[in-house]
């Protein structure tokens, strides 16, 4: 995790949506933070983006040109009997520039869309171990849900 201060000074950034040409930005950052690159997946998420933008929301907070960060998720209904509310599929902020509030404005921006757009719940999921995305979302204010997710492994 990166080091932590005491006084977090809060870092002065505009959040819009995501823009064609932040794609190769995003997938080297997510890259960075899971060890996996999938160019295809972030393609997706930008097109659905731009075609439905009152459901799905992609969002980049810059600083004077410099991209900081960004976050994506949609709204999405009935899925598994739950009622519409907001998922966040992803997060990631530019190493240098953590610490600094760039993820919390992402994250109050991306649920004030799913709040204009008429949901009252967020969710995401995240893998257990994974203890500075749990410590984020924590710290926002998530908690476990009502939801268990079931697996198993497929034979041949
Ligand atoms: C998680 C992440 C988005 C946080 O972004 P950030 O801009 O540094 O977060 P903020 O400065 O807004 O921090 C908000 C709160 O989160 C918690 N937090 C953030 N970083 C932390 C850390 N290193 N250790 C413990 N808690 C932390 C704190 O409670 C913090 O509030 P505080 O500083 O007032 O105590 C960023 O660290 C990141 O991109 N990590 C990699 C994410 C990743 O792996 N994504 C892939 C899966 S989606």
Not at 42 to 53: F, M, Q, Y
Request: include cysteine; glycine fraction near 8%.
């Amino acid at each position: 995790m990166a080091e932590r201060k005491t006084q977090p000074d809060t870092a002065e950034v505009a959040i819009g949506p995501v823009e064609e040409s932040d794609l190769s930005w995003i997938v080297a950052l997510d890259t960075q933070n899971t060890g996996m690159p999938k160019p295809d997946y972030w393609r997706r998420l930008l097109d659905g983006a731009r075609t439905e933008p009152h459901r799905s929301f992609f969002l980049v907070a810059r600083s004077q040109g410099t991209r900081l960060g960004f976050i994506a998720g949609e709204i999405r209904a009935w899925e598994f009997g739950s009622a519409p509310c907001g998922w966040i599929f992803a997060i990631g902020v530019e190493p240098d520039w953590r610490l600094r509030a760039v993820g919390t404005q992402l994250f109050d921006a991306i649920c004030a869309g799913f709040r204009q757009a008429g949901v009252t719940k967020v969710r995401t999921m995240i893998a257990r171990e994974a203890q500075l995305i749990m410590s984020f979302f924590r710290a926002h204010g998530m908690m476990a849900g009502p939801f268990v997710e079931l697996e198993k492994d497929l034979d041949e």
